[in-house]
């Protein structure tokens, strides 16, 4: 989405890196649990630029959700807790603002967008009503104005006859509707940062299509920073900028999109991209090859192993990963790595 | 020629080694009515299913794959008789068993099995691993108490679970674990085709890889059959070794795996594989086609072509005829009026990027 074209690997990436509209710095959210203490953050950081799309990957439990959630303090305290780090948009600290002072944050100057719109809309007042309530709250506008903007907001993401539609309740819509009406009114307030969680895994790939098609037509237009928090490869090859690979809390890699998807440095990174069928691959048929597996599964959070936790499912751990966690360090000029074998490992090596 | 004589002139996929189908469906179509008020009075149906036709060899493997609502986990069901169809046949190995009733259905079933797509709603919480592996053993009476033990503990090695877990009950497993569980369920009365309902979609993308792995293991041990309904091109792309293409209840398209990729006839199967996205970073400069607006309701499918209506190519012909499924060049079937008079072909384009 926005994609700045050939500025790959100009040092403008990794922790830290200027300009950056929100800038999460060494997060840690915790959830105190009976069974035990699960870092579901531990020590995350990453940033994010105008017009950018920053994409955030990882399979279930990884952490990628709660970070969002972290942002936008809308983690459930009790049982979780931000217990360090920063969130920085433009520089100032979310996590020292009162209740008050983050509620004009929320919606205003971040938005988010989340996986299920049936579960993020309210089934008994219709959609335009829903829309119109978030910008009557947010910009103090009074309810007509307000009502007549939702249908403008309706017509920008491609509802067909907005007028109609801001008279339907959400369950007369379909999926990839409602996603888009999710996405009317996170726009509504032109907010400086989306986060969009798992945006299009509910809806068919053709409707997915269609909505990240949207997403990039709009953020040319507001010229937004974009979250995109996906499981989705392909997905984050396709629209993001930049990539976040995370595994049980941590970041694992972070590079340029074309670095990651053309050179990826740390195992798991490479371990994902081979255990995915590929489509390009049809045509060249022949006997079915079987997948690249990654052995055994994602570690608890509750009891992750000592050192790396990716060693005991990592071909190439040694005594040093499975006693001492490496830390995340800048192994080629914008692409960050946490693995202690990343240097010795050649750029370009399969 | 009929679709189904020249399907069976064509002699199947890669891998087919007797030239007598495993199954044959011909014309099936499964209508669910709509009941409404309070003398529950039928005001419409939903045609979930609406006239198709495959066959699968043994040893094959036939990918059904469409959007939800297209009716491809319906057939699946309606095949295996756990709904009844409304209209049309299915053979297994050449036996009609459209009408059986349950009693005649039994010896079908232990030929026919299935593995879901939720590995958790699919196992009886209160029942062990090893209970629901081996019920399938008890319900067909085959073997003593021992040798069905020994055989449940056999199928847990097989599908790489540690006999020890045999006593564990569902919650105790992971979704990978639990995806075993089902797969050694179906297996255990050495059925000939199993039925994959969406069987990888509930997993994460590493444990997916190990359960297709897994799957594609046995069919080459047992030379098992396989129709594996998803949604997730690339997944149906990587384990099927032909592909049938579903809009709204039927067929659209039907082909070996590498003549849909390399050359899709119908202009649906043509957006939905350009709708993929490829985890490359050089697929994002590629030519894509996004379709206009959504799937249209079953109840009241559009006249003629169901997919006049979002089709980039569509004519006047499309919306009141309806284009029957044909072999538009050898092998490959697709039902579109725009091959009406032979191939027209520049509507495909190949899918990797330039």
């Known amino acids: ?180 009406v999710m996405i009317a009114m996170a726009l509504s307030c032109n907010p400086k940062v989306l986060i969009a969680d798992e945006p299009t895994t509910a809806l068919d790939v053709t409707i997915q299509a269609q909505i990240l098609e949207l997403m990039r037509e709009l953020q040319q237009a507001y010229g937004m920073a974009v979250v995109l928090i996906t499981h989705d ?16 809390g941590r970041k694992v890699e972070e590079a340029d999109v074309e670095v990651l998807f053309e050179r990826p440095a740390h195992p798991y990174t490479r371990g994902l991209l081979h255990s995915i069928p590929h489509l390009d691959e049809a045509g060249k048929t022949g006997p079915r090859l079987r997948l690249n597996e990654i052995k055994g599964m994602v570690p608890s959070l509750a009891q992750l192993p000592a050192g790396c936790s990716f060693a005991p499912r990592c071909g190439q751990a040694s005594d040093r990963c499975r006693v001492s966690a490496p830390p995340l360090q800048e192994h080629w000029p914008g692409h960050w790595v946490a693995c202690w074998h990343a240097s010795r490992r050649a750029q370009g090596e399969p | 020629m009929s679709v189904l004589a020249a399907q069976k002139a064509a002699n199947g996929g890669p891998g087919a080694t007797e030239r007598v189908p495993l199954l044959e469906v011909h014309d099936l179509a499964k209508r669910f009515p709509i009941v409404k008020g309070l003398f529950s009075r039928v005001s419409g149906q939903v045609h979930a299913v609406d006239g198709v036709s495959f066959h699968i060899h043994p040893g094959e493997t036939l990918g059904l794959v469409g959007e939800s609502g297209c009716g491809k986990s319906t ?74 033990r020994e055989r449940v503990a056999s199928l847990f090695e097989r599908v790489g679970l540690r006999p020890e877990l045999m006593g564990a009950f569902p919650h105790e497993f992971s979704g990978g674990q639990r995806q075993r569980i089902g797969i050694a369920r179906a297996l255990a009365l050495n059925p000939e085709l199993i039925v994959g309902d969406e069987p990888v979609s509930a997993l994460d993308v590493s444990i997916q890889a190990q359960i297709i792995n897994l799957l594609m293991d046995l069919q080459d ?127 495909a384009r190949p899918l990797t990027p330039a």
Not at chain 2, 260 to 289: D, G, K, N, T
């Open chain 1, 1 to 180: 989405m926005g994609r700045v074209v050939g500025e790959v690997g100009g040092g403008k990436s990794g922790p830290g890196a200027g300009g950056a509209l929100l800038e999460i710095d060494d997060l840690k959210t915790y959830f105190f649990t009976p069974t035990g203490i699960v870092k579901a953050v531990d020590g995350v950081s990453y940033s994010v630029r105008s017009g950018e799309t920053l994409g955030v990957v990882g399979e279930s439990g990884c952490g990628k959700s709660v970070t969002a959630l972290s942002i936008l303090r809308l983690v459930a305290d009790p049982p979780g807790r931000i217990v360090g780090g920063t969130i920085r948009l433009e520089g100032r600290n979310l996590l020292d603002l009162g209740q008050q002072q983050m509620e004009a944050i929320r919606g205003n100057e971040i938005s988010m967008v989340f996986q299920e719109p049936m579960t993020s809309l309210n089934p008994l007042y219709t959609v335009g009503h829903q829309v119109g309530e978030a910008i009557a709250l947010h910009q103090g506008l009074p309810k007509r104005p307000a009502m007549a903007k939702a249908v403008e907001m309706l017509r920008r993401v491609s509802i067909p006859e907005p007028e109609q539609r801001a008279q339907s309740f959400p369950h007369q819509l379909s999926g990839g509707m409602r996603q888009r």
């Open chain 1, 233 to 248: 490869m392909g997905v984050v090859a396709e629209n993001a900028d930049r990539v976040v690979v995370m595994y049980a």
């Open chain 2, 75 to 148: 057939v699946g069901r309606t095949l295996l008789k756990l709904l009844e169809p409304s209209a049309g046949t299915i053979r297994v190995a050449g036996d009609d068993i459209t009408a059986l009733d349950a009693k005649a259905m039994l010896p079908y079933r232990k030929r026919l099995q299935m593995i879901y797509q939720d590995p958790y709603a699919s196992l009886n919480p209160r029942m062990s691993a090893g209970q629901i592996v081996g019920e399938p053993l008890i319900i067909h009476g085959v073997g003593r108490q021992q040798e069905q």
């Open chain 2, 221 to 347: 041990e047992y030379k098992l059959s396989y129709l594996l309904v998803a949604h997730d091109l690339a997944v149906i792309e990587h384990i099927s070794h032909r592909i049938a293409v579903m809009y709204l209840g039927r067929i659209v398209e039907m082909t070996d795996k590498a003549s849909l990729f390399a050359m899709p006839l119908h202009p649906y199967s043509e957006a939905l594989l350009s709708a993929v996205p490829i985890p490359r970073a050089s697929a994002r400069r590629r030519q894509r086609v996004i379709l206009k607006g959504d799937v249209p309701s079953p109840i009241n499918p559009p006249p003629g072509c169901h997919f006049h209506t979002r089709c980039p190519y569509a004519h006047a012909r499309c919306g009141s005829e309806r284009p029957t499924l044909r072999e538009v060049v050898p092998r490959h079937w697709a039902a579109c009026h725009l091959h009406d008079a032979g191939p027209a072909l520049p509507l």
